[in-house]
């Protein structure tokens, strides 16, 4: 079949689907006509793109993509489904999802349910009959940009109140917006894995985490109390715990100063702390570095990136756009990794080894699984710790 009448073809298939025109419009002028699936609510946010090639689900449902719109790379999204056990958060996600193909079909003995559907049940519009291709280079060249996903018949007026409801994640604090707004404790494990008997306790600051780094904290036989982002040093150090860990999140770094003052105070009382995405960064800001904005980030699960100490290089996936800045680097703080794709600064860790952050995603599933050896660093590290309180006690 050609591609000419296979385009017809699909147009078809999705306008009996009832699947509406749509436009995806960028601020900076460029519109895309596609159809629209999932809700057809109407959402601005800041356009992204991501290279990964599987994963569509746990990428979708991760909160650092909050009011971000997700362009995916992969030409073709929805073929295996959704399901429940894959969730990265309960509630919330990106703000749009936007496709070149979204499959006919899903065949995957786990799943519940179809990608558009689910996308409806959570209020994220979709729009697919992109060309994601010619997408992707505007944003490589320009930037990420704002932009709307919108019925065809949306006016002028309209697309500018969307737009105006919008300014871009720059000086924008999300963490506490998608944060618990109460602690609990989390006990499940990965899929299929045991429950380990819990040797260490966590103390585990909600910034918009993923739920499979909790699972990998129980994995390694970790008592995990999720706390809100807003949590004192005070209040976290009532627990007792072993370490302190500052996880993923949405928005600007800068804004969260509450979460910084905490850091310190968490730092200067010796605890082992380990920082992932949002989380490292706030540690950088805790540490004296300074963070900026990316021009379009790290999206996708193929990023190879350098251990600077031993010059192993691992592939990670990464979803930020903000960094740790190269020119607020000092003495008392050690850079353990950099991306090889732009240099940028991937790991820092404090001069004694006991606080340490990583830009990208360790726990990412699907996706690789080569750095997740820094869980294992966090378990030793709270091993020292909890040995030599345990010798002070004697």
């Known amino acids: 079949m050609s591609r000419f009448f296979l385009s017809i073809f699909h147009y078809e298939v999705f306008t009996k689907m009832d699947f509406k025109p749509a436009k995806l419009i960028l601020k900076s002028g460029e519109i895309f006509k596609g159809l ?84 409806k049940e959570k209020n994220i519009p979709g729009i697919t009959n992109i060309d994601t291709r010619k997408l992707t280079r505007i944003l490589r060249d320009k930037g990420s940009q704002i932009a709307a996903i919108t019925p065809e018949e949306y006016t002028e007026n309209q697309i500018k109140v969307l737009f105006e409801s919008f300014d871009g994640l720059k000086g924008k604090d999300l963490a506490k917006i998608v944060s618990t707004k109460k602690p609990y404790i989390w ?140 020119g607020s680097l000092h003495d008392d703080v050690v850079v353990t990794h950099r991306s090889l794709f732009d240099k940028s600064i991937q790991g820092v860790e404090s001069k004694d080894g006991k606080v340490f952050g990583f830009q990208g995603h360790p726990e990412a599933s699907p996706g690789p699984k080569d750095i997740q050896s820094l869980f294992d660093k966090f378990i030793r590290n709270m091993e020292i710790f909890k040995k030599a309180n345990h010798d002070k006690k004697k």
């Open 187 to 326: 006990k499940s494990p990965s899929y299929k894995s045991k429950v380990k008997k819990s040797s260490y306790k966590v103390v585990a600051y909600d910034f918009g985490v993923k739920l499979n780094i909790l699972r990998l904290l129980v994995d390694r036989g970790c008592e995990v109390i999720v706390v809100p982002a807003e949590t004192t040093a005070e209040e976290a150090m009532k627990e007792n715990p072993d370490g302190i860990f500052l996880s993923n999140g949405p928005g600007d770094p800068e804004p969260c100063e509450y979460a910084v003052f905490s850091i310190k105070k968490l730092i200067k009382s010796n605890f082992p702390i380990f920082g992932i995405c949002l989380g490292h960064q706030l540690l950088g800001l805790a540490l004296n570095l300074k963070t900026e904005k990316m021009k379009f980030g790290h999206h996708g699960a193929n990023h190879p990136v350098q251990n600077l100490q031993d010059k192993t290089v691992s592939i990670t996936s990464q979803n930020h756009g903000f960094t740790i800045s190269e």
């Open 36 to 119: 629209n699936f999932g809700s057809n609510h109407p959402k601005a946010g800041e356009l992204i793109f991501n290279t990964a090639m599987t994963g569509y689900q746990e990428i979708i449902t991760d909160l650092s993509y909050t009011d971000q719109l997700i362009c995916f790379t992969y030409p073709q999204i929805g073929n295996t489904g959704v399901n429940k056990e894959d969730l990265e958060s309960i509630d919330g996600g990106c703000a749009g999802v936007v496709i070149k193909e979204l499959s006919k079909i899903e065949s995957n003995w786990r799943k519940d349910g179809d990608l558009s559907s689910f996308l």
